[in-house]
């Protein structure tokens, strides 16, 4: 994350934005962005100075979850874990 905002050429701070969309195979896909905003539904996490931010329906699906940033020999991706699952 800080190397993302690094390479960004605002001087805002950017927060990582998290949202549940519908479509994949389940019928629930989750979407990062970085943002520089905070709405007024929305829920702020704050962890190691990353910012972590979720919009007020997405929490309900998100609730109790662990996002983490994993790196594979093919690819790099941030990781969503439901504890329940």
Same mark, same amino acid.
């Given at each position: 994350?800080?190397?993302?905002? #690094? ?19 389940? $019928?629930?896909?989750? #979407?990062? =962005?970085?943002?520089?905003?905070? =709405? ?8 190691? $100075? ?26 790099? #991706? ?8």
């Amino acid at each position: 994350m800080k190397e993302l905002e #690094a390479s960004e050429s605002s001087t805002d701070r950017k927060m990582l934005r998290l949202s549940v969309e519908t479509g994949g195979c389940s $019928g629930f896909q989750y #979407a990062f =962005n970085l943002d520089n905003r905070i =709405n007024s539904d929305d829920r702020l996490f704050e962890r190691d $100075g990353i910012k972590l931010v979720v919009d007020n329906v997405s929490y309900d699906f998100v609730k109790g979850a662990t996002v983490d940033y994993g790196e594979e020999l093919i690819r790099s #991706a941030f990781v969503v874990s439901q504890a329940h699952l």
